[in-house]
Nanobody
Framework: QVQLVESGGGLVQAGDSLRLSCAASGRTFSRYHMGWFRQAPGKERDFVATFTWSGSTYYGVSVKGRFTISRDNARNVVDLQMNSLKPEDTAVYYC???????????????WGQGIQVTVSS
């Protein structure tokens, strides 16, 4: 069982940076892919980034080059550094843990409660 708690969201202006953090409980943190997804109003929950249990990172097309995911297995934390934010990045961001296909929602069995990120123009 894994419990996830996100922090660090808020309201920023276009071009600003923001860092999200996800704290995980459980002793098997290192065995999971740790991902970030986001969901804007009226839209699907989309893949943002993942840090696999084997150490690889992958990003969604819309955030590649602007966002960076990192993880610290000793502290059970996964972070998402978001730079050059755009209004279209506005969404609820979710932290997730799983062992399935990293780019699919269905690949993650554990989810945080979500945190709002709002980027004003």
């Amino acid at each position: 069982q894994v419990q996830l708690v996100e922090s660090g969201g808020g309201l920023v202006q276009a071009g600003d940076s923001l860092r999200l953090s996800c704290a995980a409980s459980g002793r098997t943190f290192s065995r999971y892919h740790m991902g970030w997804f986001r969901q804007a109003p009226g839209k699907e929950r989309d893949f943002v980034a993942t840090f696999t249990w084997s150490g690889s990172t992958y990003y969604g097309v819309s955030v590649k080059g602007r966002f960076t995911i990192s993880r610290d297995n000793a502290r059970n934390v996964v972070d998402l550094q978001m730079n050059s934010l755009k209004p279209e990045d506005t969404a609820v961001y979710y932290c997730a843990a799983g062992n399935g296909d990293y780019w699919r929602r269905e690949g993650y069995g554990y989810w945080g409660q979500g945190i709002q990120v709002t980027v004003s123009s």
